[in-house]
């Protein structure tokens, strides 16, 4: 008899060492599961990583690569001339061909730009490519000799009065 309660309880204790197991399995996982929504409330990891840009990606053939229309370089819309080429190979490894066109300057600026890249922005050694670059930016996008708007004239000032 003393065995039978003893094995009986045996039996009981096992099963409440089971749920407790499974308790504490169960508060661990709700656990994790919550401290993953404080982290990363929109499940961004479960979603598609493919996303949409709205960029459409226009094939770019050996042929057409460096096409050229009505004096327009298609790729860049550098202004086709000489040493638009060197211009290509080397200003546009690194920005944008629009970054290029729109720092219009004279041929000290460029000179000085050019130092500046190469001392601060790992820009390679140019050679005889330099002056061709700079001959050819100055000659096709010079310094425009109006700012972006024209000086105020004729303003009637007044005083602030407290």
């Given at each position: 008899?003393?065995?039978?309660?003893?094995?009986?309880?045996?039996?009981?204790?096992?099963?409440?060492?089971?749920?407790?197991?499974?308790?504490?399995?169960?508060?661990?996982l709700?656990?994790?599961?919550?401290?993953?929504?404080?982290?990363?409330?929109?499940?961004?990891?479960?979603?598609?990583?493919?996303?949409?840009?709205?960029?459409?990606?226009?094939?770019?053939?050996?042929?057409?690569?460096?096409?050229?229309?009505?004096?327009?370089?298609?790729?860049?819309?550098?202004?086709?001339?000489?040493?638009?080429?060197e211009?290509?190979?080397?200003?546009?490894?690194?920005?944008?061909?629009?970054?290029?066109?729109?720092?219009?300057?004279?041929?000290?600026?460029?000179?000085?730009?050019?130092?500046?890249?190469?001392?601060?922005?790992?820009?390679?050694?140019?050679?005889?490519?330099?002056?061709?670059?700079?001959?050819?930016?100055?000659?096709?996008?010079?310094?425009?000799?109006?700012?972006?708007?024209?000086?105020?004239?004729?303003?009637?000032?007044?005083e602030?009065?407290?």
């Amino acid at each position: 008899m003393k065995k039978e309660n003893h094995d009986k309880l045996k039996h009981e204790f096992r099963g409440f060492y089971r749920i407790l197991v499974l308790s504490c399995v169960i508060v661990a996982l709700f656990s994790v599961a919550m401290v993953y929504l404080m982290v990363d409330p929109n499940l961004t990891s479960f979603k598609s990583k493919k996303t949409d840009t709205g960029l459409v990606a226009v094939p770019v053939d050996d042929d057409n690569y460096d096409k050229v229309e009505n004096g327009i370089h298609i790729r860049t819309g550098f202004i086709d001339a000489p040493g638009m080429m060197e211009t290509v190979q080397n200003c546009t490894n690194c920005h944008s061909a629009k970054l290029v066109m729109q720092n219009r300057m004279n041929k000290e600026r460029w000179k000085t730009t050019i130092k500046w890249m190469q001392e601060t922005q790992n820009l390679w050694d140019l050679g005889a490519n330099e002056d061709v670059i700079i001959d050819y930016l100055v000659t096709n996008y010079p310094p425009k000799k109006k700012g972006r708007r024209e000086v105020l004239t004729d303003i009637d000032w007044y005083e602030l009065k407290d």
